[in-house]
């Protein structure tokens, strides 16, 4: 499937994947400000934007992303990103049985100590043997060093991103389940929420690259 791209820097970015990482999720909807519901939790891949679940029917027969968010940051979960890009060595966490992804990096109260295991990007401290904090630090790490994009795309099939796969889809009403909390919050200094966020990530257990799906990636057109 063609998708649009854009920067013309040392590596192309596809417009879809740039739009997601760098787009702004939970925002009401102009389009739909006297909807109630109307927050942009669903990501279009065709358009390359964020819409709400009262435009989602305008977009049935294009490949959705829905987006989640946790702690007043956005996460998608690993099972659907997996299925766009090789997340290797990207740090994923367990949430609510839900394993996610952050697609941007979180704020930091207070800056790393030491000189562990950190992102290159933003320098918050990781487990090993992971890499990346978020889906964004990993894009903009290979497009600073001038590396190919392609090598960590994949050929995605538009049918696993169906309107139809949506949660909460019947008569006529689109309403996703698009916030995941703990029920019950409580902070294990053993588990990893990662430098020094204190509480900030309550009961998140960092999972091992041997725990995940593995999908050799696949080299995409980037046009």
């Known amino acids: 499937m ?36 109307n927050e942009k ?27 989640r968010r946790y702690v007043y940051n956005d996460v998608v979960r690993l099972d659907d990103l997996e299925k766009l890009i090789d997340c290797s060595f990207v740090q994923p966490y367990t949430i609510n049985s839900a394993k996610v992804v952050f697609l941007k990096p979180r704020p930091q109260s207070r800056p790393p100590k030491g000189s562990g295991n950190i992102c290159p990007s933003c320098d918050r401290i990781l487990q090993e043997p992971f890499h990346f904090c978020s889906l964004s630090c990993k894009v903009e790490h290979v497009v600073s060093r001038g590396e190919d994009l392609s090598s960590i795309l994949l050929r995605f099939n538009a049918s696993d991103f169906a309107f139809s796969h949506f949660e909460d889809v019947g008569d006529g009403q689109f309403t996703p ?40 990636p696949h080299r995409s057109p980037l046009s």
């Open 41 to 67: 939790n669903i990501f279009c891949l065709d358009c390359c934007s964020s819409i709400c679940p009262h435009c989602a029917p305008a977009h049935s027969s294009h490949p959705l992303l829905q987006v």
């Open 177 to 216: 389940n698009s916030i995941l909390e703990d029920p019950a919050p409580q902070y294990n200094g053993s588990e990893s929420g990662g430098g020094g966020d204190g509480g900030f990530f309550p009961q998140i257990n960092v999972l091992s690259l041997s725990s995940r799906r593995k999908g050799a």
């Open 2 to 37: 063609g998708r649009g791209a854009h920067g013309g820097g040392r590596a192309a970015v596809p417009g879809w994947l740039g739009r997601l990482v760098e787009e702004s999720f939970f925002v009401g909807c102009g389009a739909h400000e006297s909807r109630k519901k």
